[in-house]
């Protein structure tokens, strides 16, 4: 098994992956035994789903909360002469 291996992927040049400060650049050791596949994180594209519609809500509620807070203060009130609707 090993001998149809090595026959296999000696002939194959691999240019070097990039991954995480990581460089390889070959998919067999020195016996000719493939490598593992690198692990793949499970659910990732839900994570950053999750992640970003979270932050943008909690962002949103926060700046309502300062919005609110600077008019009731008079700190800043938006004026009728800032609307161009003509």
Do not use: C, W
């Amino acid at each position: 098994m090993l001998s149809r291996l090595k026959v296999i992927y000696s002939a194959k040049k691999i240019q070097p992956i990039l991954n995480n400060n990581i460089v390889r650049t070959s998919i067999s050791n020195k016996h000719g035994v493939v490598y593992q596949e690198p692990h793949r994180t499970s659910l990732g594209i839900l994570k950053v789903l999750v992640t970003v519609i979270s932050g943008l809500l909690v962002g949103a509620a926060i700046s309502k909360n300062i919005a609110n807070f600077l008019e009731e203060n008079d700190l800043f009130v938006p004026s009728d002469d800032d609307d161009d609707d003509d």
